[in-house]
C-alpha cells in the first residue's frame, strides 16, 4: 500500500511561509547550541527577511528556523515552558479561568519535555526569564555554586527569538524535533492575537508556578540583643495566621491550601494574584508572593509582618513595629506575653462556677420600630461606620451632622421633621479641637456649646492618658448620666482599637471593644458612629475596602463610603455598602465641599474663637476652611463610588444562564464544551453570561477537560475523564470514558443534536438542539467532525 503521507516541510518552506504570514525568521546552527547562523540579525528586528536573504540562508544550508519575537512580528510573543509536566498543571488551571483561551494558542511541544505557546497581542514586553523559578538541586549547585535557581518558566518577546518545528533535530543538543502539539490552533502560520487581558490571566498563572526567592530581597527580622524579639520577627513568628489574615481581607483560595496555595485577590470570583507557601523564609515560614498588579499592594514577597506594615500602615515598617509593641509582641512582658487578647475588658470577669446563663423566652415580647437620628440615614440605638480615604470629605460630613444636629437642622439637605437640638460627644485622635474641629464646626454653624470632645482619662493619682476603649466603661456612665448625648462619634475607631493594644486585623479582638459599644447603644438610644479608612485594595468590592478586620462592616448594622462621583469629579457622595435594618433609604447622598465666601468667612472669622489669630492666619485660615453642600440623591452605587469590583454578582440573566447549564449537564454525562456553549447562544445566552457562568458553577463542582485522543473540549459536572460521553443520537448507546477517549462509535464523531437521543439527561428541560456551523476556521481540523 503507497504512503499517501504529505512530505514534512523543509526549513525553507517553514521559513517563507512564516514570512508570508508577518513572522521574521533567523537561521540556527544544527550544532545543538541553539546559536544564530548569522553574525547580527538586527535587521530582521526590523524588517522581515527578503526572498533572496531567505534562499540565502536555509535554501542550500541545513539549518534550524527561529522566529523573532516582538514588534516586527506582529506583536509575537511566546510562553516558555522549561520543565517538563509543568506545562499540563498550567493548561489545566487555564481551563478554569479562561475556558477557550488554550485552544487559541499556538502550543509547541519541546525535546526537552517542555512546551512553548504562542500568541500575538497589542501589549507585550521584552523577554522575562523570572516568570516562574525553583531552587537548584543540590547536584545543580554542586556544578554551579551560583546558580541558586533555575528557569521553569520564562518569555521571549521584544528582542527574543525561539526555534519551531520544521527545524532539524540537530539544532537541539538532544537532536529531538520540535512538534505541533494538537491542543493548539494550529502552526504558527496561523497565530491568533489575544487581549492584553487574556495575556495577563497567562502570565499571573504562570507566576503561580514559582517556588523560589531570592531571601535578600525580603528584609529580615533584626533580633534584639539578649533573649528577646523584635516586634515584627515576633508578628512573623506567632501574628494570626495566614488564612485569618487574607480571608478576612476577602482573599480566596484559588487551588491549594492555605499552607501551600495559590490565591484568588479581593474583589474577583476566580482568578490568579498570589500564592502562599509556594516560597519560605529562612525559617521555612510560608511567605505570600503577590504577582498581580491589581492587588494594591505592591509585587513581591510578604512574610507576616511586612504584610501587615503594607497593609495597615502604608508600608512604614517603624509605624507597624511600634503598633505591634502596643498588641503586646517584641520582648516579652509578663502580662502580656502569652495571651490572645491581654487587652480584653472583660478578662477575669467571669467564671463557670460563680455565674449562671440568663434567657429569655421571645413570647409576649413587643416588636418595636427602627429609630432614627437622621431619617432613614442614621439610625439611633446603633454602630454605624463611614469610611473613605483622606481627603474625600468623610470628616466634614460628619462635621456638618454635627452642626445640624446641634441646631436643629436637618442633615445632609433632607427633609424629615427634625428633633430638637442634641449634645455630641466626640473622641478623635487625627484632628485637633484648636486648629480643625472648632473652625469647622463653627463654619458648618454648630452650637460648640453641645460638642464634647473627650480629652483623656483621669487616673486617681490625678494624672491624665489619653483616651482608649478600654475605658469604655467610663464612657458608657457619661452618656447614660446625659441623656442629651444623642450622637457619639470615634474617628478613626481604630486608633483606638491600637491604643487598647488590640490587633485591628483580629476578629476576635476587635470584638471585645465593639461589643460594649453596641450594647452602650442599644441601652441608652444613642448613635454610634465609627469613622474608618479604606485599604489600598482598589479593585476589591466596596465592601472589602474598610481597613482591618471585617468585624468593623460586621458588628456595624449600617455602613457608608465616601467618595468621587465616578462622572462628576467635583461631587462628593456618601454611598450604603452593607446595611441589616429596615426602613432604609438606601439611595446614595451626594454634596460638594464649597469654599466660604468673602461674607460667610467675615462672619465665621469674627467668631470670639477667632479672636488671638493674627491677620495673615486669619486670611489662611479662611483659604482652608470649606462647607458641605448638598446635592440631594445620586445614581452612584458604593462600587462605582470607589472605582471598585462588583463583578463577582451576576446579572439575572447570568443567574438564568447557570440554571440552563446545571439542567443541560446533569450529572450523568460528560459534555463537548462547543455543544454547550452553541446550545447557550441557541437558548438566548451570550458568550460573557455563559463563560461568567460556568466560572461561578466550578464551585458547584463544573470541571473541565483539555482536548486529548481526539476528542474535544469536555465539560461535566464530575470528573470528566472518568464520566461516560453524552449519550450518540442516532443510538442512545453511551460512549467510553472521557480518559480513554472511545466513544463507542465506528467513526468516532458525536452528534450535536441531543433531542435526537430519546434518552436526554434532563428530560424535564427543553432540548437546545444545536446546528451544524460551518464557520469552521476557528477551529483545528482534527476537531472538525465534533462539529
Known amino acids: 500500500m503507497s504512503d499517501t503521507r504529505q512530505p514534512e516541510p523543509t526549513p525553507y518552506q517553514v521559513a ?32 522581515l527577511p527578503s526572498a533572496d536573504e531567505l534562499r540565502s540562508h536555509f535554501a542550500s544550508r541545513v539549518r534550524g528556523v527561529a522566529v523573532i519575537c516582538g514588534a516586527i512580528s506582529g ?16 493548561a489545566d488551571d487555564l481551563d478554569q479561568l479562561a475556558p477557550d483561551l488554550l485552544r487559541r494558542l499556538v502550543i509547541v511541544r519541546t525535546p526537552s519535555g517542555g512546551a512553548h505557546a504562542w500568541y500575538r497581542c497589542d501589549v507585550i514586553q521584552g523577554n522575562q526569564p523570572t516568570i516562574a523559578r525553583r531552587p537548584a538541586t543540590e547536584a545543580e549547585l554542586a556544578r554551579d555554586p551560583r546558580a541558586k535557581s533555575k528557569v521553569v518558566i520564562e518569555t521571549r518577546g521584544e528582542g527574543g527569538y525561539a526555534l519551531v518545528p520544521g527545524s532539524p533535530p540537530p539544532c537541539h543538543e538532544l537532536h529531538k524535533p520540535y512538534e505541533y ?45 539578649g533573649d528577646g524579639l523584635t516586634p515584627g520577627d515576633d508578628y512573623d513568628e506567632r501574628g494570626p495566621d495566614w488564612e485569618t489574615t487574607l480571608t478576612e481581607q476577602g482573599w480566596k483560595l484559588f487551588r491549594g491550601s492555605w499552607e501551600q496555595g495559590v490565591l484568588t485577590r479581593p474583589g474577583k470570583s476566580f482568578g490568579v494574584s498570589a500564592t502562599i507557601g509556594n516560597v519560605r523564609d529562612g525559617q521555612g515560614r510560608p511567605l505570600l508572593r503577590i504577582f498581580s498588579s491589581s492587588v494594591g499592594t505592591e509585587p513581591g514577597a510578604y512574610g507576616k509582618f511586612r504584610f501587615y506594615a503594607d497593609l495597615c500602615h502604608g508600608g512604614n515598617q517603624s509605624e507597624a513595629a511600634k503598633a505591634l509593641v502596643k498588641l503586646g509582641y517584641g520582648t516579652p512582658s509578663n502580662d502580656r506575653r502569652h495571651t490572645n487578647n491581654p487587652a480584653s475588658p472583660y478578662a477575669g470577669q467571669s ?86 474641629i472648632v473652625p469647622h464646626l463653627i463654619a458648618e454653624g454648630a452650637d460648640l456649646g453641645l460638642v464634647e470632645t473627650i480629652e483623656g482619662t483621669k487616673l486617681a493619682d490625678g494624672t491624665t492618658r489619653p483616651f482608649d476603649l478600654r475605658d469604655i466603661d467610663l464612657m458608657i456612665r457619661r452618656v447614660e448620666t446625659d441623656p442629651s448625648i444623642r450622637l457619639l462619634v470615634i474617628d478613626p475607631i481604630m486608633s483606638f482599637v491600637g491604643r487598647a493594644g488590640l490587633n485591628e486585623n483580629s476578629s476576635a479582638e476587635v470584638r471585645t471593644m465593639l461589643d460594649p459599644l453596641i450594647g452602650l447603644a442599644e441601652r441608652t438610644g444613642v448613635a454610634i458612629l465609627l469613622i474608618a479608612h479604606l485599604n489600598k485594595q482598589t479593585a476589591a468590592a466596596a465592601v472589602n475596602r474598610i481597613v482591618g478586620s471585617t468585624a468593623f462592616r460586621d458588628a456595624t448594622r449600617l455602613a457608608y463610603v465616601v467618595g468621587v462621583h465616578p462622572t462628576n469629579a467635583d461631587q462628593r457622595v456618601m454611598a450604603k455598602t452593607k446595611s441589616n435594618l429596615m426602613g432604609l433609604d438606601c439611595r446614595s447622598i451626594g454634596f460638594s465641599l464649597r469654599p466660604l465666601g468673602r461674607d460667610e468667612a467675615d462672619a465665621v472669622l469674627s ?173 483545528p481540523s482534527d476537531w472538525k467532525r465534533f462539529k
Request: net charge negative; proline share 7%.
Open 351 to 436: 467564671s463557670a462556677d460563680s455565674a449562671e446563663l440568663v434567657t429569655r423566652s421571645l413570647k409576649g415580647r413587643k416588636a418595636k420600630p427602627v429609630r432614627w437620628l437622621v431619617d432613614r440615614k442614621i439610625p439611633s440605638g446603633k454602630l454605624t461606620l463611614i469610611a473613605g480615604v483622606g481627603g474625600m470629605g468623610k470628616s466634614t460630613l460628619v462635621r456638618h451632622l454635627i452642626a445640624c444636629l446641634t441646631t436643629g437642622r436637618p442633615a445632609f439637605g433632607l427633609r424629615y421633621e427634625v428633633p430638637p437640638p442634641c449634645k455630641v460627644l466626640f473622641a478623635s485622635v487625627e484632628d485637633s479641637p484648636e486648629d480643625t
Open 75 to 90: 506583536g509575537l510573543e511566546c510562553l516558555d515552558f522549561d520543565q517538563p509536566g509543568v506545562f499540563e498543571r498550567w
Open 607 to 779: 467668631c470670639e474663637e477667632f479672636s488671638e489669630l493674627t491677620a495673615d492666619e486669619l486670611v489662611r485660615m479662611a483659604e482652608q476652611l470649606a462647607v458641605v453642600e448638598p446635592s440631594g440623591v445620586v445614581d452612584a452605587d458604593a462600587d462605582a463610588v470607589l472605582g471598585g469590583s462588583s463583578k463577582g454578582e451576576l446579572s439575572p440573566k447570568g443567574n438564568d444562564c447557570m440554571a440552563w447549564i446545571r439542567d443541560r449537564l446533569g450529572s450523568t454525562y460528560a459534555w463537548p464544551d462547543d455543544e454547550i456553549e452553541a446550545e447557550a447562544a441557541k437558548a438566548g445566552y451570550t458568550k460573557w453570561q455563559f463563560v461568567k457562568a460556568k466560572g461561578r458553577l466550578k464551585e458547584e463542582g463544573l470541571n473541565s477537560k483539555p482536548p486529548s485522543f481526539g476528542l474535544p473540549w469536555l465539560v461535566a459536572f464530575g470528573n470528566p475523564k472518568l464520566m461516560p460521553l453524552r449519550p450518540k443520537a442516532e443510538t442512545g448507546e453511551t460512549g467510553e470514558t472521557g480518559e480513554t477517549g472511545e466513544t463507542g462509535a465506528n467513526d468516532g464523531s458525536f452528534s450535536s443534536d441531543a433531542s435526537k437521543t430519546g434518552s436526554s439527561s434532563h428530560p424535564s428541560h427543553p432540548s437546545h438542539p444545536s446546528e451544524t456551523d460551518d464557520s469552521d476556521g476557528d477551529m
Open 181 to 225: 502539539s494538537a491542543l493548539g490552533v494550529g502552526d504558527l502560520t496561523a497565530v491568533r492575537r489575544i487581549t492584553p487581558e487574556e495575556r495577563a490571566t497567562m502570565l499571573d498563572l504562570a507566576r503561580s508556578f514559582c517556588t523560589y526567592v531570592d531571601l535578600r530581597s525580603i528584609q529580615p527580622a533584626k533580633r534584639r540583643e
Open 16 to 47: 517563507q511561509a512564516l514570512v508570508a504570514a508577518g513572522i521574521s525568521v533567523i537561521p540556527i546552527m544544527p550544532d545543538g547550541s541553539k546559536a544564530p547562523a548569522v553574525r547580527t540579525w538586527v535587521q530582521q528586528q526590523t524588517r
